[in-house]
């Protein structure tokens, strides 16, 4: 009977330090990045443009975009970057009666986009006859997985650095669409 006290005891002296053990050993968190526009255009006309996964010319940092599968699941694209960076990606869904896309990053250097585990989806919503809504949503971890990222790879950083493509990336897409592109 003593000897099962013992344990006991132990047991619940050890569970407090395991438990603050798990906390330090916590990593990054999923971060989150919501952005949308509108534009003067009815939504078929912005889908054109934005619903082909094979075709990114209308995000500012895109050089060139190369892929295989069209617009499939599991079709694949490189995206090169104009700062000679590349970001490769896979289609997860595709639903054109609904104007949605969702797609993740396979492989990208931290380095180029400072982002990691990244998953998006772009939607395009009919907001009366001759406007549409686009949202561009994505969930990724910091460019660094482990406990005191460094400075350039930190959450602010990936944050920012997604809020900034798709704020630049939405804007360009209106502008050009609204062109008549």
């Known amino acids: 009977m003593l000897k099962r006290l013992v344990i006991a005891a132990t047991i619940v002296g ?9 906390a330090w050993a916590h990593g990054p968190s999923r971060q989150k990045v919501t952005e949308t526009v509108e534009i003067n255009a ?23 975009t190369e892929g295989t599968g069209g617009n499939n699941v599991n ?40 982002v990691n585990d990244y998953s998006s989806h772009i939607t395009v919503s009919a907001d009366g006859d001759n406007k549409s809504t686009v949202t561009w949503w994505g969930g990724f971890y910091r460019g660094y997985m482990l406990n ?19 704020k630049s990336g939405l804007a360009a897409l209106k502008q050009k669409v609204e062109a008549g592109g």
Do not use: C
Not at 77 to 94: C, H, P
Not at 148 to 164: G, M, Q, Y
């Open 14 to 22: 050890l569970v407090p330090l395991s438990l603050a053990g798990a």
């Open 42 to 64: 009815p939504v078929d006309k912005v889908w054109k443009v934005v619903g082909n996964f094979q075709d990114m010319s209308w995000l500012p940092v895109v050089a060139k």
């Open 75 to 114: 079709a694949t694209r490189t995206l090169t970057l104009k700062n000679g960076g590349k970001i490769e990606e896979q289609l997860d869904k595709y639903n054109p009666e609904d104007h949605m896309y969702a797609y993740e990053i396979t492989k990208v250097d931290p380095k180029v986009f400072p």
């Open 148 to 166: 005191d990222p460094p400075p350039d790879l930190n959450d602010a950083v990936a944050l920012k650095a997604v809020t900034d493509l798709y």
